[in-house]
C-alpha cells in the first residue's frame, strides 16, 4: 500500500507566507479534494506537490523524498493537470498527445500501443484517439489530459481546478471516470477546487484558506462547520444546506449529500 505524505510544508513568495504548515499523508487508492476561496494557496500546493517549485524534503511519495537529487525519480511518480492546460497542446492529434510521455521515456512501440490501449478504453476514449486536438469539447479535452497523466501509471495524481466552466451532469462524468481510474490503476487523486460541490465524492476533504488546513477529514464532518466556510468564501451548495438544517431539527440522523438518498431517508 502506498502513499504521499507532506510534513509541514511551507512556502513563500517575495517574503509572503503563501503556505503555512501544511500537514497530510494520504494512502492508495484515495480521491482528495482541496478545497478553498480563490487565491488560498491550492495551485501553488499543486506546484510544491508535483516539484515544479523548490520545497525543504518535506514531501514523500513511499520511500522517495522530494529533493534536488530525487526529483527525476519522484517525477515519474506524478502525473499532473492544471487549469489552463487544455487551451493548448503539444500535438494536433489525440493519439500523439497521448503517447508522448512514453516515447519520451523510450518504451518500446509494443508497450506504447499496449499502455494506450488499456488507458483509452479505461477513460471510454477510443473513439476520439484519431480525432485532432482542436475539434475537441471541453470534456474530451480534460479527459485527453487526464489520459497523458496516468499512462505512465504514476501513483499520484494532481489536478488543479480542472472542473471549472463544466455543467452539473459534466463534472459528474469527470468525477465518476476519477472514482474509475482510482479503483482500476490504485493511485491517489488529489484534487483542488472553489466549490465543495465538486468534492461529493470524495473520499476526504482540506479545506485551505490563507495557506492553513483549516479543516480536514470526512465531508459529512467538516460541512457541520457551515458558518465557518461561509465566511472563508466557500458557498454551501444547496442540497447540503439542505441537509444540515433537516439534521438540525431532527429530521435526519446524518448529513447526506446524495439527493436520492435524502428522498428515501425522509421517507422512510
Known sequence: MGSISVDKLNFRYDKKLILNDITFKVKIPSLISVVGPNNCGKTTLIRCLCGSVPTEDVITIDDTLLSKKTVRKYSRSIGVVFSGDFKQFLFSKVFDEITFPLCNLNYSKKKIKDQTRYISKLLFIEDILNKSTGELTKVEKIKVLIATSIIHHPKVLLLDDILVGLSNSEKENILLLLKRVIREMEIIVIMTSSSLEDAIYSDALLILDQGIVRYSGRIADILEHDNALT??????????????????????????????????ALWD
Not at 237 to 252: G, R
Open 231 to 264: 465566511k472563508m468564501g466557500i458557498e454551501i451548495p444547496v442540497m447540503m444546506d439542505m441537509s444540515l438544517k433537516l439534521k438540525f431539527y431532527n429530521l435526519l440522523n446524518q448529513v447526506i449529500l446524495n439527493e436520492e438518498e435524502m428522498v428515501d
